[in-house]
Nanobody
Framework: EVQLVESGGGLVQAGGSLRLSCAVS????????IGWFRQAPGKEREGVSC????????SYADSVKGRFTISSDNAKNTVYLQMNSLRPEDTGVYYC????????????????????????WGQGTQVTVSS
């Protein structure tokens, strides 16, 4: 069974840090890029970051560049999202998903029209940043 499980969310003050984890099982980790997405109450889900499973290429939304870092541990089949300098607007449910097109993180992976290529969504982990 294909499964992606997020963890690591919580409540943190503005300026603080959290590290999210996305544990992957049920498919070969090298076969698909992994993306992180978030959804705030009343807002659309948005792409945050993605990472290529073989070349480690990365992409970030403008709103998180310089603050968030995506990484992967292929031996543990896990993708991480290190989030620093958190802001209240980072609050939301964070999800990870696999890109069905293959192992490459594309320039367009985080935009809305590419969302349909991502599947095996996890249940999400709540991140709340207080001001």
């Amino acid at each position: 069974e294909v499964q992606l499980v997020e963890s690591g969310g919580g409540l943190v003050q503005a300026g603080g840090s959290l590290r999210l984890s996305c544990a992957v099982s049920g498919f070969t980790f090298d076969d698909y890029a992994i993306g992180w997405f978030r959804q705030a109450p009343g807002k659309e889900r948005e792409g945050v970051s993605c990472i290529g499973s073989i070349d480690g290429s990365t992409s970030y939304a403008d709103s998180v560049k310089g603050r968030f870092t995506i990484s992967s541990d292929n031996a543990k089949n896990t993708v991480y999202l290190q989030m620093n300098s958190l802001r209240p607007e980072d609050t939301g449910v964070y999800y990870c998903a696999a890109d069905s097109r293959g192992p490459r993180c594309r320039d367009t992976s985080l935009i809305r029209r590419d969302r349909k290529f991502f599947g095996a969504w996890g249940q999400g982990t709540q991140v709340t940043v207080s001001s």
